[in-house]
């Protein structure tokens, strides 16, 4: 059974930092790329980040581009995103996805992990 | 970049059928057979209904059907049931390597 536990959420100050991890299991995890996906208190998904199955391709969406950095340690079965210069915009549920084939589709998703940031 | 155009909500009564719309432009939905389709239910995680524009992952009923026409995709759901009230929202893969959602859709079911 795939499973996508995330970690690492919680309350942060505006322009502070964050680390979230997602751990993986069920699945060969270094074959298939993962990405973040967050969404917003009572707004719509907005896709964040993705990486290649090794790691060497990154994608960031505008918003987060620059602030935001996405890795993965295959021997570990763990995609992470660390989260830097944090707003207020940035609060949200974070939830970590499994791409079904290359930013196509997302097949498995985690429960998710609230971020809130806030003064 | 936007994002994609959904109908913020849909009803319909136990039985019958509604669809769903989600329009984007030639730089995603009308560019690439890279649209899926995503349930959500409040507080669980999202799931995978339609992918690439019509096929179904195992254990999808076959009453969620998926089509795209330029740049608009639509999802479709057929024999309406109490289980599928839920958010729907649609995605497609971008000309600038990212990934585009729709706003959401509402589905009521009377």
């Known amino acids: 059974e795939v499973q996508l536990l995330e970690s690492g959420g919680g309350l942060v100050q505006p322009g502070g930092s964050l680390r979230l991890s997602c751990a993986a299991s069920g699945f060969t995890f270094s074959i298939y790329g993962m990405s973040w996906v967050r969404q917003a208190p009572g707004k719509g998904l907005e896709w964040v980040s993705g990486?290649?199955?090794?790691?060497?391709?990154?994608y960031y969406a505008d918003s987060v581009k620059g602030r935001f950095t996405i890795s993965r340690d295959n021997s570990k079965k763990t995609v992470y995103l660390q989260l830097n210069s944090l707003r207020v915009e940035d609060t949200a549920v974070y939830f970590c996805a499994k791409d079904r084939r290359g930013l196509s589709s997302f097949d498995y998703w985690g429960q998710g992990i609230l971020v809130t940031v806030s003064s | 970049q936007s994002a994609l155009t959904q109908p913020a909500s849909v009803s319909g009564s136990p039985g019958q059928s509604i669809t769903i719309s989600c329009t984007g432009t030639s730089s995603d939905v009308g560019g690439y057979n890279y649209v899926s389709w995503y349930q959500l239910h409040p507080g669980k995680a999202p799931k995978l209904m339609i992918y690439e524009v019509t096929n179904r992952p195992s254990g999808v009923s076959d009453r969620f059907s998926g089509s795209k026409s330029g740049n608009t995709a639509s999802l479709t759901i057929s024999g309406l049931q109490p289980e599928d009230e839920a958010d729907y929202y649609c995605s497609s893969y971008t000309t600038s390597t990212t990934v585009i959602f729709g706003g959401g859709t509402k589905l009521t079911v009377l």
């Open positions: 990486l290649s199955s090794s790691g060497s391709s990154t």
